[in-house]
């Protein structure tokens, strides 16, 4: 299940199988002289059925739009047989069975595979960096942009906690938010013109190109980080069948249970499950956290190793 099954240049569609990775789809689709336009933060690791389970927003939305706006028709299995929907790029009639299934995550069926719409490479890609004192004010410019154009590719905005840690990073101690304007199609310059004066208005200070070359170049440096800190950064707790061994549970795993819903909707009210009715348990080097609806369970924190990549391209 990783393969283009189909290009159709004219309607500027294309057939994805669900377990194709992200990259080598964006490599098969620029053989075609086309591109999805999609790269969300998970990119390196993503597969397109997985952009279709989550909805999956990207970095470049703003001008491509979300995953779910670009797909017309998919094939789901379920039990109760195989289900084809969406036959065309657009359809008055509904209602619409695309919506049910984009973004169910598999409880609803495995998506096997996708039709999205595509579109031409872009003969030119810029990205520059603006400064904004206060995030309200940075998101007062974003917002012009989005509801009155114009529209850039990637418009990213960033609090004054991730701008001082991407500063941190990069040797830079600018303060105030960072924002990214990204700008991809035949000619960016008459676009890019026009949202300056517009950022510019609203207090925006330019960064220049280099800024803006320095967040793509490393814009998906910090989901590794936070990955490697989910795992390695535990809480000590006192599981419930061994309160004499204190053991580390790590985020991903308190994640994992608030995220699956094993704790149940009625969390935080009087007298429903809540936090207060997880139960931490050991068996052997796994540890556990069981809640009312479900549980989570991983190796002990200890256990866990970080290695580094290094026969990956980034490092």
Request: with cysteine.
């Amino acid at each position: 299940l990783d393969h283009v099954v189909a290009v159709d240049p004219v309607s500027r569609t294309a057939t994805l199988q669900a377990g194709l990775p992200a990259p080598r789809a964006a490599q098969l689709l620029a053989a075609h002289g086309l591109t999805l336009g999609h790269v969300p933060q998970s990119y390196e690791y993503a597969t397109i059925g997985g952009f279709a389970a989550t909805r999956s927003s990207g970095q470049a939305s703003a001008g491509y739009g979300r995953f779910d706006d670009m797909v017309t028709a998919l094939t789901v299995a379920t039990p109760r047989g195989t289900l084809r929907i969406g036959r065309a790029p657009a359809s008055a009639a509904g209602p619409d069975l695309r919506q049910l299934f984009l973004g169910s995550e598999g409880t609803l069926g495995i998506i096997t595979d996708v039709t999205v719409r595509v579109r031409p490479l872009p003969a030119q890609s810029h990205h520059e960096g603006w400064r904004f004192e206060s995030f309200a004010a940075g998101l007062e410019a974003v917002r012009r942009l989005a509801q009155d154009g114009p529209r850039p590719t990637v418009l990213r905005l960033s609090d004054e906690v991730e701008t001082m840690i991407g500063a941190a990073g990069s040797g830079r101690s600018d303060g105030g938010c960072l924002l990214i304007a990204g700008y991809e199609g035949a000619d960016v310059r008459p676009t890019a013109e026009a949202a300056a004066d517009v950022l510019a208005a609203h207090g925006g200070v330019p960064l220049g190109t280099q800024a803006g070359q320095q967040w793509a170049r490393h814009r998906f440096d910090a989901p590794y980080l936070r990955d490697a800190l989910l795992d390695h950064v535990p809480v000590v707790v006192t599981p419930d069948d061994a309160p004499g061994e204190p053991v580390e549970v790590t985020q991903r795993l308190v994640q994992g249970l608030v995220r699956m819903g094993f704790l149940g909707a009625g969390e935080g009210r009087a007298g429903a499950p809540g936090a207060d009715d997880v139960v931490v348990r050991t068996v052997g080097r796994w540890v556990g956290l069981v809640g009312p609806y479900g549980a989570t369970w991983s190796q002990k924190a200890t256990d866990l190793a970080v290695r580094p990549a290094t026969g990956h391209p980034f490092g």
